[in-house]
């Protein structure tokens, strides 16, 4: 994280030009300016998640300070997704940020009793499994994601978007499974990247399976 970003192969630190987003990959073809190997095709991914969910989140909301505070909880997001693909775990660090910034987000909305319960309740059943498998079924790191989740939205949305990661990770884990000759009924997947997924279709395109419960909340 300190002093200037290196080539993680030649370690030769890199100049302004080699780190335009997406441009300076497309023009060094995918390859270091000065050892010629190839760099991970992740750098150029996550430059244009990074921008598209920077269009998303202004369209969410135009004012600076909502703007600012939801490309931050996104951000953070986006970078619990690629380094729970990558090492398989959670930071407690980017869980933590994430429920900060969740709760600045909200209460700058204006939320009440129920949304500040949300993420507890939501958190809960993702902990459980955590106590009872002593973290082989679901790790812990899940539920501290969930509990940021649920401040971010609500208790109907993220009921929602809890439903739709479970739908996909099952939807991806058959496929993975049928087609992949890496990954069996044993094999750990991230769940982080469902569950992601899940808030996502929740809080922009707002799908959300369980708005009549708004008539008891």
Same mark, same amino acid.
């Given at each position: 994280?300190?002093?200037?970003?290196?080539?993680?192969?030649?370690?030769? #630190?890199?100049? !302004? =030009?080699?780190?335009?987003? &997406?441009?300076?990959? @497309?023009?060094? +073809? %995918?390859?270091?300016?000065?050892?010629?190997?190839?760099?991970?095709?992740?750098?150029?991914?996550?430059?244009?998640?990074?921008?598209?969910?920077?269009?998303?989140?202004?369209?969410?909301?135009?004012?600076?300070?909502?703007?600012?505070?939801?490309?931050?909880?996104?951000?953070?997001?986006?970078?619990?997704?690629?380094?729970?693909?990558?090492?398989?775990?959670?930071?407690?660090?980017?869980?933590?940020?994430?429920?900060?910034?969740?709760?600045?987000?909200?209460?700058?909305?204006?939320?009440?009793?129920?949304?500040?319960? #949300?993420?507890? !309740? =939501?958190?809960?059943?993702? &902990?459980?499994?955590? @106590?009872?498998? +002593? %973290?082989?079924?679901?790790?812990?790191?899940?539920?501290?994601?969930?509990?940021?989740?649920?401040?971010?939205?609500?208790?109907?949305?993220?009921?929602?978007?809890?439903?739709?990661?479970?739908?996909?990770?099952?939807?991806?884990?058959?496929?993975?499974?049928?087609?992949?000759?890496?990954?069996?009924?044993?094999?750990?997947?991230?769940?982080?990247?469902?569950?992601?997924?899940?808030?996502?279709?929740?809080?922009?395109?707002?799908?959300?399976?369980?708005?009549?419960?708004?008539?008891?909340?």
């Amino acid at each position: 994280m300190r002093g200037r970003s290196k080539c993680m192969h030649c370690g030769h #630190a890199l100049s !302004i =030009l080699d780190l335009v987003p &997406l441009f300076s990959y @497309l023009y060094l +073809r %995918g390859k270091c300016r000065y050892c010629r190997s190839r760099l991970s095709i992740q750098y150029p991914v996550v430059e244009v998640a990074a921008a598209m969910l920077a269009v998303l989140v202004y369209f969410q909301h135009q004012e600076p300070v909502q703007f600012a505070l939801g490309l931050a909880v996104w951000m953070t997001l986006l970078f619990i997704v690629v380094y729970d693909l990558r090492h398989q775990i959670i930071p407690w660090s980017a869980s933590g940020l994430l429920a900060v910034l969740s709760l600045v987000h909200v209460w700058t909305l204006g939320f009440d009793i129920w949304s500040l319960a #949300a993420g507890p !309740i =939501l958190a809960a059943p993702l &902990l459980l499994l955590s @106590l009872v498998s +002593r %973290g082989r079924w679901m790790g812990w790191g899940d539920g501290a994601l969930q509990l940021g989740l649920g401040w971010l939205l609500g208790l109907t949305l993220g009921l929602t978007a809890f439903m739709l990661a479970f739908w996909a990770g099952a939807v991806v884990g058959v496929l993975l499974i049928l087609f992949s000759k890496r990954v069996t009924m044993k094999s750990e997947v991230p769940f982080a990247p469902f569950l992601i997924f899940g808030a996502a279709c929740a809080y922009f395109l707002h799908v959300d399976f369980f708005s009549s419960l708004t008539l008891f909340f």
